[in-house]
């Protein structure tokens, strides 16, 4: 993360009072709060111009992991980047059409990314690497590349030395389908600011302010699920 975005979102946690896992990865949440027992966690996502990105590959795996229990804070800054001037809170609700726009779009890649890599065959091999008894790990390499590592390739042999016609067909329809998925993917979708012209701006009293926003959503999801 460049050193102002990471300057930009310790500034949001401070402000709202947000909590973070000390050994916090990549793929992990930006940052969480307890309210009323529950733990809530939060996209934090800032921006200096009209909109926002959001992440490199957008696929399955990201819906998955925003949808229903992701909260968002969305902060707007000054084109220097050194001003806050507003922030934005979103539930899993809020987010919803947007998440969902997303992925009708790229559901159909999606589907194909699932069905093609079965029509991989033999005769697909023997046009690639040639038709031979045994193929040594050095093919299986030429397919899968640095997809897998040195243990992978090792549990994968089937025969002595290396892998038969039917083991390398396997892994050609897992490479297929991992270079299908790679190529579905979103790249880096922007939420655009007019999607927030209708809420509520955040101002003043970040944290008691977003922790009744919070309050408010749990309060409605849970009587919508009781009068379903």
């Not at 966690?41 to 009209?50: H, M, V």
């Not at 046009?127 to 549990?155: C, F, H, P, R, T």
């Not at 880096?188 to 007019?194: D, E, L, R, V, Y």
Request: some cysteine; glycine content about 4%.
């Amino acid at each position: 993360m460049p050193a102002q975005d990471d300057a930009r979102e310790r500034e949001m946690r401070q402000l709202f009072n947000l909590k973070i896992a000390p050994e916090r990865g990549r793929a992990d949440v930006d940052a969480f709060l307890e309210l009323d027992g529950k733990t809530i966690n939060f996209e934090l996502k800032s921006s200096t111009g009209k909109s926002f990105s959001t992440v490199r590959d957008f696929g399955p795996d990201h819906v998955a992991k925003w949808r229903n229990s992701l909260h968002w804070i969305f902060a707007f800054y000054n084109k220097g980047g050194d001003q806050l001037l507003r922030c934005i809170y979103a539930s899993p609700a809020d987010m919803e059409p947007w998440i969902a726009e997303k992925e009708a779009y790229v559901a159909p890649d999606f589907a194909l990314a699932d069905t093609l890599p079965d029509f991989v065959s033999e005769v697909d091999l023997i046009e690639i690497l040639g038709d031979k008894a045994v193929y040594s790990v050095a093919d299986a390499k030429l397919v899968m590349k640095k997809q897998w590592k040195a243990a992978d390739y090792k549990d994968r042999q089937d025969v002595p030395h290396g892998f038969s016609k039917e083991a390398m067909v396997k892994l050609m329809r897992l490479r297929a389908a991992y270079v299908l998925r790679r190529g579905s993917t979103l790249n880096n979708p922007h939420i655009p600011g007019s999607y927030f012209k209708n809420f509520e701006a955040i101002t003043d009293e970040h944290a008691s302010k977003v922790r009744a926003l919070v309050s408010d959503y749990l309060r409605a999801s849970a009587t919508d699920s009781a009068t379903a």
